[in-house]
């Protein structure tokens, strides 16, 4: 069955989707759940989302184990034989493996390894985006499922193989895009004092914000903001630019620390265009709440780490990345963590990163594990 699994994987690596798009490869996964276990599959949910419900036969706590659909707009250089087949798309976070984990945790159902409470698969779409857990749990469907807990894993490169991360408090950072328009005035280039060229209040939004940069995690004060897009005018070169738009990523260890940076940066941005007498217009977006780890769950995850005598890695403080997991810590008890993808691993996002297949038989039996260790002392309480 693992065999399987794996063949599974590459045939989710191959036909990768992008975030809200991913109508096909919610149907692989239904069609590989039917194929092994019929139950209850609850479709479109929150979008291309899939929820498989299993209501076991002794009563006992509801457990919600999610992964992602999307892939990302990164076009991959591997040459292998399940490389992606859409020019421009292909799954560089990972989560065709995160897939095919979850996916694995039919077989164990199937074979009878769990015996009371309900346990939901949760195949969530547009986690890329900051959109899919957010529409998930708004989604009236949404409601029936009510999980009393919810877990996730992510791969992590750098690690040591089937490691496993446990982050105490915080798994994953607070993520928000901004987007910065200025519009001033065209003038002939030759006449640039009889317009207002935004290029200048670019310059100075870019080194004022990089003031502010702290990017050591470890300290309270962490940001990180990142310019990932600049435009200014256009190529006509009898032209002074008249507009202009700037995009960053901004970073925080905690949602308290964004709002107060996003004050500080409005107000920055705000003077500058004041003082160059252009109009300013900002857009907030893409946002990815801290993904908080409840105290109960992180001792589930050690616990298990523990019984399967896996590399257990404690980490204080979170990871940089943003992760859309943050929605559902806001709900319900719920955590995540890392599964060591290996030191010589391409970081994730990078053209010629490939899921490692030898970590997936961890990520199963992590999740079966919990599952086990949950069912055997909680309650079904909120």
Partial sequence: MLEKIIELRKQLHMH????????????????????????????????????????????GPSVMIR????????????????????MGISHKCGHDGHMAIVAGLIIKIKEGSFKKG???????????TGEGAFKVLNDPKFEKLNPDYVFALHNIPGFPVNSIISVQNCFSSTVQSLAIYLTGKQSHASEPENGINPATSIAEIIQQFNDLNQPDIIKPTFALLTPVYIN??????GISAGKGEIHFTIRTSTDDMMQRLK???MEIAGNICKEERLQLKTDWFDYFPAS????ECNDLIIKTASQNNYDLIIKDHPFRFGEDFGWFSKKTKSAMFGLGAGTNSPALHHSDYDFPDEIIETGI??????????????????
């Fill in 16 to 59: 990768p989707e992008l975030s809200g798009s991913e109508s096909k490869t919610a149907k692989l996964i239904k069609e590989f759940v039917q194929s092994n276990y019929n139950t209850e599959i609850i479709t479109k949910l929150g979008g291309n989302g899939l929820a498989v419900v299993y209501e076991l036969p002794e009563d």
């Fill in 67 to 86: 992964c992602e659909l999307d892939a990302l707009p990164i076009e991959e250089v591997n040459e292998f034989s399940h490389r992606s087949a859409k």
């Fill in 118 to 128: 309900k346990i939901i698969l949760l195949f969530q779409p547009a986690e890329e």
């Fill in 232 to 237: 200014l005018g256009s190529k006509d070169y």
């Fill in 263 to 265: 004050e500080k940066l």
């Fill in 292 to 295: 908080m780890n409840h105290e």
């Fill in 365 to 382: 039996n992590m999740f079966s594990g919990i599952i086990e260790n949950l069912m055997v002392g909680a309650r079904a309480t909120k």
